[in-house]
Each structure stands twice: as C-alpha cells, then as structure tokens.
C-alpha cells in the first residue's frame, strides 16, 4: 500500500501567523505579516505537521506544490488600473468584457492583448478573474514553507533518505495557476503552464493520495479538480485532511467560499474520495 502526501501551498503568506512566526524586516525593522491569510490555516499547518511526524513510517512519498509571482501579474492590482488611473482592490473581479468596455485596461499597453485573450478563455470556462492581494512573491519571506511543516517534512527526509519533491507554479504573468499541475489557462509558449505529466505520474502511482494545504476553496480544490479530469479513476484513491486545510472567507456581495467548499467535498465525497482528519486517518490505519 504505497502512500503519497500531496501538501499545496503550504506557504507563511496563506497562513494567518501568530506574532513568533512573523519575523522582522532587516531593513525597515517592521513584522513582515502574511499576505493572504486563510482563517485557520495556522493551525491547519500545526496539524499536519504532528501527523507527518507520527505517520512518517506510513507515507512513502511526499510532493509540495509552491505559488511564486513576479510582482507584475495578472492577479496583482498593479498590473491594472481604470479610467481615472485606480488599480483594482483585492477580491474585485475582472471580465473580457470590462476591458471591452474599457472599465479595466492594463497599464502596460503592451499586455492588453495577452491579458485579453487570458480573459475571455477563463470566462467562457464559467470562471471568473479575482484580483488578489500581492503574495508569495519568488524569493521574498512569504512564499517559504510554513515553519512547522517545512521541519516535519525535513525530519521525514531524513528518517526515510527519501527526498521530497516541489512542483513550482505561478511564474508566469498572464495566467493564474491555482492548481499544481496546470495554470488555469496554459501558455502553449510557456511550458511551465502547461500540464505536469511528470508530476501527477509521479503522485498517481500511489494506492492513495493524501491531499493537504490551502486554501481548500481555491488551489486545493484545483488540484484534485485537475487529478479527477486527467483520471477519473483516481478520485477513489484520495483522502483529504479537512483539519489541515481552510477556505478563503466569504466575499461582501461575492461567493460563499466555505459554504462553496462544503458543497465541493460533499461532491468529492459521493464520487468516491474520502474526506476525514488527520486523526482519523491515524485511528483507521492502526
């Protein structure tokens, strides 16, 4: 029975940090806080950081997916602006047709037309463009492992000789890249958008899948949306930990996501996934 722990974006800016997992800035002397903190997740990561400890024997493989953004990017305010020169607010929304209409226009001329095709491919999916605060930016504080699980996984590294393997995902500008095995619309010129066949051979050999991360409403939904459509199979051999994971809140005038995220694991659940806890799933494995 092999085992593999998928853990998404277990990173410090989706995590809501208590004050001793805030570290200073060395040039302004200031707390670097947490970008986009999903309520709870601090804890989700405590979790699972005692249950890759006490179940280290019983996972044989551990993948980690990692969000990493330029500052310029489609979901960042700063890649937009309106008539009267405003960048969007964190959780506003963009459509191909408010760039029609001119209600949002890149601020870069140059970008209009790749952010225009991006646009109307997502919504024609039925999916919407939400604009997000700037987070996990590559190589600043915030796009690190959280503390907690970056030392459980690195023990189990060690105990195992067994090295853990990262999927990196959001580099590109023009698309966002929610799930780890393919940006939500793939650039044919960019093959780090495109689907990750190495990596989802790699996490489908197992004869279970543990899924793990945040946030549950958004790049962990993807990813186990991604692995059922490339295999509808699969969707038996995953377990998801519904403690080591959270839901964005609710938006004012915007989607219920944790009420969204219910309904999704009730969905999961009737295909054939198994929703439970990370102490539950040590109970039903002794």
Not at 16 to 30: A, C, M
Not at 57 to 84: E, M, V
Not at 219 to 240: G, W
Request: charged content about 25%; hydrophobic content about 40%; aromatic content about 8%.
């Amino acid at each position: 029975m092999r085992t593999h722990l998928l853990i998404v974006d277990p990173q410090d800016h989706f995590c809501d940090l208590p004050l001793p997992y805030q570290p200073l800035d060395p040039l302004t002397g200031r707390l670097q806080k947490p970008a986009l903190p999903v309520p709870g997740s601090h804890d989700d990561m405590l979790r699972l950081a005692e249950y890759i400890g006490a179940n280290s024997d019983d996972i044989d493989a551990i993948t980690i997916s990692l969000d990493g953004h330029n500052k310029i990017h489609i979901a960042h305010p700063i890649f937009w602006h309106n008539r009267n020169g405003e960048e969007p607010k964190p959780y506003d929304s963009i459509t191909a047709d408010e760039m029609i209409q001119g209600t949002w226009m890149t601020k870069d001329p140059h970008f209009h037309a790749r952010a225009m095709r991006y646009l109307r491919k997502l919504n024609a999916a039925g999916k919407r463009h939400t604009i997000w605060p700037e987070h996990c930016l590559i190589g600043e504080w915030g796009s690190n492992i959280h503390h907690a699980v970056r030392r459980a996984v690195g023990r189990w590294s060690e105990k195992t000789l067994r090295p853990i393997s990262y999927i990196s995902k959001g580099a590109n500008l023009f698309s966002e890249h929610f799930g780890a095995f393919a940006a939500e619309v793939p650039d044919p010129e960019d093959p780090s958008t495109m689907f990750n066949e190495a990596a989802f051979e790699a996490v489908i050999e197992a004869d279970e899948v543990i899924v793990a991360g945040e946030a549950s409403s958004h790049c962990v939904r993807e990813t186990v949306e991604q692995i059922k459509d490339a295999n509808p199979l699969m969707i038996e051999r995953i377990t998801m930990l519904a403690d080591c994971m959270s839901p964005v809140p609710a938006v004012p005038d915007g989607p219920d996501f944790p009420a969204l995220t219910r309904d999704w694991f009730g969905k999961m659940k009737d295909l054939g996934a198994t929703i439970t806890t990370s102490v539950e799933w040590r109970i039903n494995k002794s």
